[in-house]
């Protein structure tokens, strides 16, 4: 039986997208690849009752991309376009240089950033995340396919965007795959709250994706460059070229608009919202939509974050300095960062922790005494923080092969639903009907596997696994 081939393409001008998709149908078994073109992509196979339902279900697959523009292409022709990246407009400092205490140098430019009492975690255009502790031990490295967009925490777990288009998990001591985004969609941010993904895009698109990789609303905004979002238990907040946009997570219909200068960043707190923007303010409005204050600063906003209780909030700017602000909206101090502008920041314990455009993650003394003394000349020696030889651990697809006694753990198996991979729970007292949100490349029809554990969403309805996964033989 001959293979079937379809390869399409969808590729827009100015920054647009630029992907491609293809469908092989080989007996009963039907392939897509996806990505964007001149890489190799993303693989997904099912495996159908017959031939006959395979090709009936690629059809489906192709008419779906040739409504959204894609058409029939050669591969091969359209040459890899780069990936869209925040514009460098960085200069030198003028001021002061901040008290930083020390400095890690990933090796090129970085925005993810993710620090709790525990570590701290640069992630870079390279894909290397590095973990180090609060002391700058380095402690491990990820290495991801392509460019960390951003690292963000939902309750217990850690999840990194990156510029191949997907979602990786990094709670384990393996990266693993979370979410499939769609190849349309050019990642500018993303934000997860209890399993629910909001992402923002290239051209100001914004998008709910459940924890099956299911669309719950696509939205467009009114503005591009999409460099803020953030998901609560009510709302995705969207921050674009045009304001910030705020939209309820279940229907996708619009809470409320501000205009404000472009949105670079965004940061929130449990009721409030922080947009920094490129006409050098920080905005800062209340979750119902109502405007609050502007903190200014002296060039374009890149990154802004606050201190937990919101007393103090932070500012970097394009020039390579960093603000601090009292809730009022009264500057207090502005320092140099002396390793370029940041691009991401994040406050936490009396310490302000940036990663900039050179790459460095750097941690700035925070409290009144050591800003008083930098604002006079008088700083600490940076420690510059080596990595030792280490091997990056990479995002994978196999798993450990365990007996069948599950000990302790918690029994998951992998079935075919309407021609996808779903899991669910079959160990006693959990609901049988209930998915489980489960790495979506390791996953085979009939195999089993043990978890350490698996709970409840707080919204109900679905079970996360949480821990290590082995499969059983």
Excluded at 119 to 145: D, W, Y
Excluded at 300 to 323: E, I, K, L
Excluded at 390 to 402: F, P, Q, R
Excluded at 438 to 456: C, H, L, M, W
């Amino acid at each position: 039986m001959a293979v079937e081939t379809t390869y399409l393409e969808l590729s827009e001008t100015d920054g647009g997208a630029h992907k491609f998709y293809e469908v092989i149908v080989d007996d009963t078994e039907m392939t897509i690849r996806y990505g964007r073109i001149g890489d190799a992509g993303a693989t997904t196979k099912t495996t159908f009752a017959d031939h006959d339902k395979a090709r009936a279900a690629a059809a489906k697959k192709i008419g779906e991309k040739v409504r959204k523009g894609y058409a029939p292409a050669v591969q091969g022709q359209r040459a890899k376009r780069a990936v869209s990246r925040r514009a460098i407009v960085s200069t030198r400092s003028t001021a002061k240089t901040a008290p930083v205490l020390w400095r890690y140098r990933s090796g090129t430019s970085a925005f993810g950033i993710f620090v709790d009492s525990k570590v701290c975690m640069v992630g870079n255009e390279a894909g290397v995340i590095t973990t180090l502790s609060h002391n700058a031990e380095v402690q491990q490295q990820f290495k991801l396919p392509d460019g960390v967009k951003c690292i963000v925490a939902d309750d217990a777990w850690l999840y990194a965007g990156c510029d191949d288009g997907n979602v990786y998990d990094l709670s384990g001591k393996v990266p693993r795959l979370a979410y499939r985004i769609a190849p349309d969609i050019d990642i500018y941010w993303l934000d997860i709250h209890d399993g629910i993904l909001g992402v923002s895009d290239a051209g100001g698109g914004v998008a709910a994706i459940d924890h099956e990789d299911e669309f719950l609303w696509r939205r467009k905004s009114a503005g591009s460059s999409g460099w803020m979002v953030r998901c609560d238990a009510d709302a995705v907040h969207h921050g674009h070229s045009g304001g910030v946009t705020s939209y309820d997570w279940r229907t996708g219909e619009q809470r409320w608009h501000q205009k404000t200068g472009a949105v670079l960043f965004g940061w929130q707190e449990s009721t409030t919202l922080y947009a920094g923007t490129a006409t050098r303010e920080v905005v800062e409005f209340g979750k119902d939509g109502s405007a609050r204050r502007t903190y200014r600063a002296d060039a374009a906003v890149f990154s802004c974050a606050t201190s937990p209780d919101g007393q103090y909030v932070f500012a970097g700017d394009n020039s390579s300095s960093v603000y601090c602000f009292d809730s009022s909206g009264n500057r207090l101090w502005k320092l140099g960062t002396g390793c370029g502008s940041a691009y991401s920041m994040q406050y936490h314990d009396e310490r302000l922790y940036i990663v900039t455009t050179d790459g460095s993650l750097a941690c700035i003394d925070a409290t009144e005494a050591a800003i008083r003394a930098a604002e006079q000349g008088t700083v600490p020696e940076v420690v510059d923080v080596k990595a030792p030889r280490m091997e990056a651990v990479a995002a994978s697809t196999t798993v450990e092969i365990v007996t069948a006694d599950a000990g302790d753990g918690i029994i998951l198996e992998c079935y075919e639903d309407g021609g996808r991979l779903r899991v669910r729970v079959v160990s006693e007292g959990y609901q049988r009907s209930w998915q489980v949100q489960f790495p979506k490349n390791i996953r085979e029809s009939g195999a089993r596997y043990v978890v350490s554990e698996v709970r409840e969403s707080a919204r109900g309805g679905f079970y996360r696994a949480f821990g290590e996964i082995r499969r059983l033989a």
